[in-house]
T-cell receptor, first 118, second 117 residues
Framework: GAGVSQSPSNKVTEKGKDVELRCDPI?????LYWYRQSLGQGLEFLIY????????KSGLPSDRFSAERTGGSVSTLTIQRTQQEDSAVYLC????????????????FGPGTRLTVL | AQSVAQPEDQVNVAEGNPLTVKCTYSVSGNPYLFWYVQYPNRGLQFLLKYITGDNLVKGSYGFEAEFNKSQTSFHLKKPSALVSDSALYFC???????????????FGRGTQLTVWP
């Protein structure tokens, strides 16, 4: 079946512009995550959606970052007034819910969007 | 605070030799531990996980990992390395936050494994 898809695969933008990154999770997965992977760094958690629960936004680095998930499926990560330090690969992942939340289940990652801010 | 440490940025091993990629964790509750692999220009792929039960878990591509509660470690191992195992490996831990069903996943910084012929 189809995996997690992300678009665009690459995005080059100028400092100060807004960008939107899209994630299509695996069908039926109710948990969706956004991470950021910078060169030489590990994965930085950004935000986590699970079903109809309030999202965990504790990883968003500033108020320029926001994300929404419409209809419990597709998610959009928006970065306003982009800065050069926002340059990174943005990864989306999804997982299914079994039993007690999705604690036990592995996440399935998309290929990422490489964002370059000039 | 919850955290994961991968003390080695790089691990180099000859093909056919055993390999170990180290991971230690620090959490305030029961840990759920995961290993992921990232091949060049590709997304992360799940390798294996420890939830409960047998401390030795087996995963994809011949990898296994041992959960050691006293040492708070979850080292990734393979008896005989292949050149194709060369990739970036991430250890991750999830803990149920008190009062919440949402469990954050914390990743280590990654270990670059290089297997030479």
């Amino acid at each position: 079946g189809a995996g997690v898809s992300q678009s665009p695969s690459n995005k080059v933008t100028e400092k100060g512009k807004d960008v939107e990154l899209r994630c299509d999770p695996i069908s039926g997965h109710t948990a969706l995550y956004w991470y950021r992977q910078s060169l030489g760094q590990g994965l930085e958690f950004l935000i986590y959606f699970q079903g109809n629960s309030a999202p965990d936004k504790s990883g968003l680095p500033s108020d320029r970052f926001s994300a929404e998930r419409t209809g419990g499926s597709v998610s959009t990560l928006t970065i306003q007034r982009t800065q050069q330090e926002d340059s990174a690969v943005y990864l989306c992942a999804s997982s299914s819910i079994k039993g007690r939340g999705d604690l036990y289940n592995e996440q399935f990652f998309g290929p990422g969007t490489r964002l370059t801010v000039l | 605070a919850q955290s994961v440490a991968q003390p080695e940025d790089q691990v180099n091993v000859a093909e056919g030799n055993p390999l170990t990629v180290k991971c230690t964790y620090s959490v305030s509750g029961n840990p759920y531990l995961f290993w992921y692999v990232q091949y060049p220009n590709r997304g992360l792929q799940f390798l294996l996980k420890y939830i409960t039960g047998d401390n030795l878990v087996k995963g994809s591509y011949g990898f296994e990992a041992e959960f050691n509660k006293s040492q708070t470690s979850f080292h990734l191992k393979k008896p005989s390395a292949l050149v194709s195992d060369s990739a970036l490996y991430f250890c991750a831990v999830r803990v149920l936050d008190r009062g919440s069903t949402l469990g954050r996943l914390y990743f280590g910084r990654g270990t670059q494994l290089t297997v030479w012929p």
